[in-house]
């Protein structure tokens, strides 16, 4: 068994790393930082809204995906020339929204923000893709953690330190200081190796199309493995879907849900991840998955015993601890075994189907969760959350069915 220092001190997993934070980086750019930006501007309100709608390549990423798998660009080979194709396009997409005004050049800029989302969408699918198949088996559980907390420093900085920066510089030179730090990416991307894929590229546009699907509903226990994607983390779903009404209920601040979900959250949730990377190695996907989405249902807990303190800032601050630090766990066991599960012919595809089931679950269970809320009352509401862990953790058991 390898160290941890021997799988996480190699050129490989820093490059992972830089990935996860040039996966990272463009989501608030075109979310939450251009809202602020536009908002600064005196943009309409409701024109601020529709602009949630930007991001629908990241949804939809799975459409195109297929593309990514069949071609191959002439240059730095099938994942590595992708990676800089979508990268540069970023960095130039990023210095050319600076250069014009939210009021006077609404559409634009709207246009401009759909390119960069969907840019963004495509070098996530490539990520995605290069992670799974440059890696072992073995290190999956590393590999996972360190790209979703380079995702996550990203998600902090183009954020919370763009919005500080903002207060310092013009938005045009805020853009300008994200395009430089996206280039990092590019840069990881020409030092990387270009994976060894175990399988062929598909030979048509029809095969890298219809393949995929064919491919996986073929295995064994296929439906079953569906099934367990979407509702792995269904109780964390409900349990966080809810999270700053419920907190701003109890009489807490917006500056407490700011410093200690916001802020504390995120280190807990990096340590979770990291922690569980670390575990991985010893334990196996399987195993992890048992014990982390056991850990991650028990934390739900803590949000009931919140419910019946009420305004309790200690168990309020141990709350947000658990959740994010076991979910953090949770999410790089999910993260490795959807790796484990795509086929080297059809990594990009498959993995942007599976992950779409993510964003899948997130919509439909966050969308009764208020009307629940209101009907059981808080402490049955969570207890509810915690009792939906039972269907993932009963699937979890054909496991060994899915493996052979």
Not at 135 to 141: I, K, V
Not at 314 to 343: D, K, Q, R
């Amino acid at each position: 068994m390898k160290s941890w220092s021997q799988f996480l001190l190699n050129q490989r997993m820093l490059i992972i790393l830089i990935l996860g934070f040039s996966s990272g980086l463009p989501l608030a750019l075109v979310g939450s930082t251009l809202q602020a930006w536009m908002t600064s501007e005196h943009v309409d309100l409701s024109i601020i809204g529709l602009f949630s709608l930007v991001a629908l390549p990241y949804t939809l990423k799975f459409i195109w995906s297929p593309l990514l798998d069949r071609y191959t660009l002439p240059f730095l080979g099938r994942r590595r020339g992708w990676l800089a194709l979508t990268q540069v396009g970023l960095v130039v997409s990023l210095i050319a929204i600076s250069f014009f005004n939210p009021i006077q050049d609404l559409s634009t800029i709207a246009s401009l923000a759909v390119i960069i989302a969907f840019l963004s969408a495509s070098q996530d699918t490539v990520i995605d893709a290069y992670r799974t198949e440059i890696l072992t088996a073995e290190e999956y559980g590393y590999g996972s953690a360190l790209s979703i907390t380079g995702y996550r420093l990203a998600m902090l900085f183009s954020g919370a330190f763009a919005l500080v920066l903002s207060d310092q510089i013009p938005w045009k030179s805020v853009y300008w200081v994200m395009a430089g730090v996206m280039s990092l990416g590019l840069i990881a991307t020409l030092l990387a190796k270009e994976p060894v894929s175990a399988g062929q590229a598909p030979q048509s546009l029809r095969e890298a199309v219809i393949e995929p699907f064919k491919e996986f509903l073929s295995r064994k226990g296929s439906f079953e493995v569906l099934s367990f994607i979407t509702v792995y983390k269904l109780d964390v779903v409900m349990t966080l879907a809810l999270m700053t009404p419920f907190i701003l209920g109890l009489g807490f601040s917006r500056t407490d849900i700011g410093a200690v979900t916001k802020g504390f959250g995120l280190v807990a949730t990096l340590a979770g991840t990291f922690t569980g990377g670390l575990w991985m190695a010893k334990l196996g996907i399987h195993r992890s998955l048992w014990i982390f989405g056991i850990l991650q249902a028990i934390s739900g807990l803590t949000f009931y015993a919140l419910s019946l303190l009420g305004h309790h800032y200690p168990m309020m601050v141990l709350t947000i601890a658990c959740e994010n630090f076991f979910s953090g766990m949770g999410n790089s066991a999910y993260s490795a075994f959807l790796m484990s599960l795509c086929n080297p012919k059809y990594t990009a595809t498959q993995y942007a189907l599976l992950s779409s089931l993510m964003a899948l679950t997130r919509t439909i269970a966050g969308a009764p969760s208020g009307h629940l809320a209101q009907s059981l009352g808080w402490p049955n509401y969570f207890l509810l959350s915690i009792v939906l862990a039972i269907p993932g953790l009963l699937l979890l058991t054909r496991y060994p069915k899915w493996n052979k």
